[in-house]
């Protein structure tokens, strides 16, 4: 599968020492063009192994025009299972603990940081969205498309606040700062 860097290193070039970004006509890097880009990377090649129930879930991603371009980036991301989540670090680096650094209880997945993790569900339950994760059966994905099929743009939206708002942006530093941490020992 191709990273996403990859894809776009190659929407740039060299013009007389500056870069110039090639999907916009001025040149200059947006996010949304790089979205644009993306999308008709993905769509023009082979699917990169991205099954085409998670690319329906990541067009309507795309498409939302009540969250933030770089909450819809953060949530592709764990769709796609690009997050640096501790089993995706561990199969990078050898000797990596991919014990989940909030819970210490189970192996770091995506579907146990959203979801499965006894503070992760404190957490939903105690939010606007008001959701018992502890009870249920379903994968952060399979949420995700839920939400979006019944076109329920509501607590999508608070979702997407949570991942954005104060809140959010704590739990990301602590959870990356964490992550660095880990990393860096290595």
């Known amino acids: ?9 190659g929407a740039f070039e060299q013009i007389r020492e500056r ?15 790089a979205i644009s880009y ?10 990169h192994g991205i099954s085409s129930r998670t690319q329906g879930i990541c067009f309507k991603i795309w498409k939302l025009k009540e969250v933030m371009p770089r909450v819809k980036l953060f949530i592709w991301r764990a769709v796609v299972d690009a997050l640096p989540v501790g089993t995706k670090l561990a199969e990078r680096i050898s000797h990596f603990e991919d014990s989940c650094p909030l819970c210490q209880e189970q192996s770091e997945t995506r579907d146990h940081l959203f979801f499965h993790c006894p503070l992760s569900q404190q957490v939903w339950f105690a939010s606007q969205v008001g959701l018992r994760t ?3 059966s379903l994968t952060f994905v399979e949420w995700l498309e839920h939400s979006l099929t019944m ?21 990301m530093i602590m ?9 860096r020992k290595f």
């Open 151 to 171: 076109n329920d743009f509501t607590r999508f939206g608070h979702t997407a606040c949570m991942c954005c708002g104060p809140f959010g942006r704590h739990a």
């Open 1 to 9: 599968m191709l990273s996403m860097r990859h894809v776009l290193h």
């Open 19 to 33: 870069t110039r970004w090639k999907a916009t006509s001025t040149g200059r890097f947006t996010l949304s063009s």
């Open 175 to 183: 959870f990356f700062s964490t992550r660095n941490f880990r990393v």
């Open 38 to 47: 993306l999308n008709r990377q993905q769509s023009s090649s082979v699917n």
């Open 134 to 136: 502890a009870q249920s």
